[in-house]
């Protein structure tokens, strides 16, 4: 290609510039945390689906962080694994890379939504108890579920960023510093003014990020206040630990996406940000499973049950 050509056929994913030998061990560990990923999550709608008694609101909003959980990870790290490989070739057409991007902000959106949804779910189970049944209905579930999935699948900001993206010239070099098509690393290797897509991109940002956020935020403090008028240390002990779960993944999620997105970048070198990349494309996927099992009386009795029935069987 040469220096002056605008039409880009294909980028090179640099990924981590580490010796053979440390990324063919990143390589086996990641790949070890993407199986746990996928084992984790699927375990979880496995249980979901056998147990009747993990049929309600809770559980169906958490099958559906689940399956966005499985294809996050799914979007953006089997690429990382077979370039942390033995394949020299590290490199992904522009269509399939235009594709990442979309997808990958996709189910950003999907899942910030879904985390919504969860915490509306328990602050109406602690501070409308009586209503719960009423309010949580299972057609309303459905509406917010296939809203939440709507939205980010065929949203309009996934949409807006990736024709922004469109519109820019790529004159050389096609190196993206990162181990995906990160949106703002692809961004780096524009010969034109990006000032248009770094304000969209921080708009969609406080859209997407703060104001799910605040609404999380404001749930829960009502949560906490209804905790706190609980009289039984029992009652207060059983009220916070549905909760309590839910809330480290919203702060796992929420707090790296912000720091990656929102923080100024002068803070954030390009390999600190391929780590909270990271973090959140893997880490935070694989510990969803563990801090939902972990701390979840009903999950651990579901999974005893099933386990049970398997034995008997």
């Given at each position: 290609m040469t220096e002056n050509q605008t039409w880009v056929t294909e980028f090179i994913l640099l990924g981590f510039p580490?010796?053979?030998?440390?990324?063919?061990?990143?390589?086996?560990?990641?790949?070890?945390?993407?199986?746990?990923?996928?084992?984790?999550?699927?375990?979880?709608?496995?249980?979901?689906?056998?147990?009747?008694?993990?049929?309600t609101p809770m559980y169906f909003f958490l099958s559906h962080l689940a399956i966005v959980d499985i294809s996050y990870a799914s979007n953006n790290v089997p690429k990382m694994l077979t370039n942390l490989g033995l394949n020299k070739r590290k490199t992904i057409s522009f269509v399939l890379c235009t594709m990442q991007t979309f997808l990958y902000m996709?189910?950003?959106?999907?899942?910030?939504?879904?985390?919504?949804?969860?915490?509306?779910?328990?602050?109406?189970?602690?501070?409308?108890?009586?209503?719960?049944?009423?309010?949580?209905?299972?057609?309303?579930?459905?509406?917010?579920?296939?809203?939440?999935?709507?939205?980010?699948?065929?949203?309009?900001?996934?949409?807006v960023h990736v024709v922004l993206i469109l519109r820019l010239p790529f004159c050389g070099p096609h190196e993206i510093n990162h181990f995906f098509c990160e949106i703002l690393s692809v961004l780096k290797l524009a010969c034109a003014d990006t000032?248009?897509?770094?304000?969209?991109?921080?708009?969609?940002?406080?859209?997407?990020?703060?104001?799910?956020?605040?609404?999380?935020?404001?749930?829960?403090?009502?949560?906490?206040?209804?905790?706190?008028?609980?009289?039984?240390?029992?009652?207060?002990?059983?009220?916070?630990?549905?909760?309590?779960?839910?809330?480290?993944?919203?702060?796992?999620?929420?707090?790296?996406?912000?720091?990656?997105?929102?923080?100024?970048k002068s803070r954030h070198p390009e390999e600190q940000q391929k780590v909270l990349s990271l973090f959140y494309s893997l880490f935070?996927?694989?510990l969803n499973p563990l801090i939902y099992s972990l701390r979840n009386a009903e999950v651990k009795g579901a999974l005893k049950r099933v386990l049970w029935k398997q034995r008997s069987k």
């Open positions: 580490l010796s053979l030998r440390i990324q063919m061990l990143l390589s086996g560990l990641f790949s070890l945390l993407y199986v746990f990923t996928l084992l984790g999550n699927r375990a979880i709608l496995g249980l979901i689906w056998l147990d009747s008694r993990l049929h996709a189910f950003a959106h999907t899942e910030c939504l879904i985390l919504v949804m969860m915490s509306y779910d328990r602050y109406v189970a602690i501070c409308h108890p009586l209503q719960y049944s009423v309010i949580m209905r299972w057609g309303v579930c459905t509406v917010l579920a296939v809203t939440s999935w709507a939205c980010g699948q065929k949203g309009v900001l996934a949409l000032w248009l897509n770094q304000v969209v991109i921080f708009a969609a940002s406080v859209f997407i990020l703060v104001g799910p956020l605040c609404l999380v935020l404001v749930s829960y403090s009502r949560i906490l206040a209804a905790i706190l008028r609980i009289q039984s240390g029992e009652g207060r002990r059983k009220a916070f630990s549905t909760c309590s779960s839910h809330f480290c993944v919203v702060g796992l999620f929420f707090g790296s996406a912000i720091v990656m997105y929102m923080a100024p935070n996927l694989m």
